[in-house]
């Protein structure tokens, strides 16, 4: 039996990077008795906010016409209308407090010359109101929220711990089961509370910005428990991510400046998005770059068909100066230095507009479980996010959340741990009996690798009925495969081909929340894209997907999308 003695704190938080550390945080300074977990399959600095390059954005700044209620209409308009008004409202409010709050933490916030801090306009905003770090500003953000929560000693960490499960205890979250990966051995982390802040899931697909890490962990764990995934059909391609690879050249590199080009050297966008051009919000223009690869205008490359975007203008003091990292990417990674040529790219997945279902405290529909950042949907994205926008997200929401934990921990303050070394024992023999029986023959790689190129062919940039259907049949083949899965590696210490399989699982689940909530959409909104049904149809689909799983998979409700004061309209830049 690989089963130790539960571990109790008044929080569990799973999940070490941006939303979770600022959760963490919150959670201690509202109240001074409480202790956090912090449990994290990799080290907090390893977490993918890390990777974040262009900015955040609030409206910190006024002297350029900015204000709330651009910021506010902005984020509503650039997610096709989907997106929660009231929530949208309290994100943009809370914003520029949670800026200000990270730079007195020590995040180095670019400055002009003035001393000001420096901002630059991201897609489909009307004002610059993106605040950067030069462009590595996720790198400096989560030193910024490490180093502070290393102040806390009530704050305790769980590196490298693996999460399998949900601990619920009479329909409330009491804790998380977890794989000690240094020992192989499983631990009950228990608690008053839980909150999930594990990020995405865009490694459901072949071609992504995301890290390896990102494979919807925390989604997928709430998921199981009974609590319900919202709007996982929006699924954000970025248009500039580089051929191969899938690393992300930053939208700050257009902002400077750069421009995208095709193969004669026109710059396209103005048949697409005139008034915004290399400024319209992400959705559109990765439809743009798609339209000119089939109306045969893209270049052609090792990779396939791609675009080019060009900074040789901008000079080489200023790409160092505002576009380093930028520099740094494509020279290592593609061969090209953007001050002497131009970097190809193509559209990429980047960002899950779906997760958990959430309030705007950050509380899912079970008692005690609370989540943040991009596994979380409260919705302030909609049909497609604004760039910016998800790094201020999770400092809001991720503070939001870690108070209303506090809040629900010390309600619960006498409440015994539940009974979790027998729980622990349950997840291990399930884990044996799922993962590590005698006799399989799928191996995790091919499962895998079919399930990502299925999602790419029917969840792609342009979507029809019939791929999506498609799509929806392979990944239902594809569960029953799962269980003739084979686990190779039987040793305890690091056994990343058990933890391989685990993420398999969580993302064959994911997967199938999307490619349904895909195929029961059928209109065209934001990120998705229907080239059967081209319209938006506020009529009907002017709400919410909530998928709840059933053992036949995703069963589907709707629930419609809060208007405050902004009512539809044709979306055009």
């Known amino acids: 039996m690989s089963v130790t003695d539960p571990i109790v704190h008044d929080i569990i938080l799973v999940g070490g990077g941006g939303a979770g550390l600022r959760a963490a945080i919150a959670a201690v300074e509202a109240d001074p008795t409480i202790t956090v977990a912090v449990v994290s399959k990799v080290y907090p600095m390893r977490s ?37 008004q009231d929530a949208v409202e309290t994100f943009v409010k809370e914003s520029p407090g949670e800026l200000i709050q990270l730079e007195h933490w020590g995040c180095p916030w670019s400055r002009d010359a003035d001393g000001r801090v420096s901002t630059r306009p991201f897609g489909g905003m009307s004002a610059p109101r993106t605040l950067f770090a030069a462009d590595k500003t996720g790198f ?57 802040c594990t990020g995405g899931a865009g490694r459901v697909f072949p071609f992504t910005t995301n890290a390896a890490i990102k494979t919807g962990d925390g989604m997928a764990i709430a998921y199981r428990a009974g ?67 089939e109306a045969g205008r893209a270049l052609e490359g090792k990779y396939g068909h791609y675009v080019d975007l060009d900074l040789r203008h901008l000079g080489e003091k200023k790409i160092d100066e505002r576009l380093p990292f930028v520099r740094e990417l494509a020279i290592k990674y593609a061969g090209i230095d953007p001050v002497k040529q131009p970097i190809p790219i193509r559209p990429v997945v980047h960002y899950c507009m779906g997760g958990i279902d959430t309030d705007v405290e950050g509380a899912s529909r079970m008692l005690g479980l609370y989540a ?20 201020t997200e999770l400092l809001v929401f991720g503070a939001r959340a870690g108070k209303a934990a506090a809040r629900f921990a010390r309600e619960k303050a006498k409440k015994a741990p539940p009974p979790a070394a027998a729980l622990a024992r349950d997840e291990w023999a399930r884990i044996e ?33 019939e791929s999506i ?66 319209a938006r149809n506020d009529k009907d689909f002017l709400a919410h997907t909530i ?27």
């Open 372 to 391: 943040a950042g991009e596994t979380a949907c409260v919705s302030i994205n909609g049909a497609n996010r604004l760039g910016s926008n998800s790094l």
């Open 227 to 293: 609590v319900p995934l919202k709007d996982m059909e929006f699924v954000q391609y970025h248009p500039t991510g580089l051929p191969g690879t899938g690393i992300l050249i930053t939208e700050a590199a257009r902002s400077e400046g750069g421009h995208l080009k095709n193969k004669d050297g026109e710059r396209f966008l103005q048949r697409y998005v005139p008034t915004k051009m290399e400024m319209g919000p992400r959705d559109l223009v990765s439809r743009a770059i798609i339209e000119e690869m």
């Open 140 to 196: 400096h953000m989560l030193h910024a929220l490490f180093q502070t929560s290393l102040k806390y000693d009530r704050i305790i960490r769980y590196d490298e711990y693996f999460v399998t499960s949900l601990i619920v205890e009479n329909g409330e979250a009491r804790g998380v089961t977890a794989i000690d990966l240094h020992t192989g051995r499983l631990r009950a982390i228990a608690g008053k509370a839980v909150i999930i």
């Open 433 to 465: 009996r799922t993962y590590l029986k005698e006799g399989g023959t799928e191996r995790i790689a091919t499962i895998r690798r079919e399930m990502q190129f299925t999602m790419e062919k029917g969840c792609g940039v342009y979507r029809k009925g």
């Open 547 to 573: 998928a709840l799983r059933t053992e036949d998979g995703p069963h589907l409700e709707y629930r419609p999308a809060v208007i405050t004061r902004w009512q539809p309209e044709e979306r055009k830049y």
């Open 469 to 534: 259907q498609a799509t929806c049949d392979k990944l239902r083949e594809l569960r029953g495969r799962f269980a003739n899965i084979r686990v190779e590696d039987r040793d305890r210490v690091f056994n990343t081909d058990l933890t391989a399989a685990i993420e398999l699982d969580f993302m064959l689940d994911i997967a199938q929340a999307m490619a349904e909530g895909a195929l029961a959409r059928t209109e065209s909104r934001g990120a998705h894209q229907r080239l059967d049904f081209r």
């Open 48 to 84: 993918h906010t890390v990777s974040a390059e262009g900015g955040a954005g609030g409206v910190v700044r006024t002297d350029n016409g900015d204000s709330l209620d651009l910021h506010a209409f902005d984020t509503i308009k650039g997610s096709d209308f989907l997106a929660d």
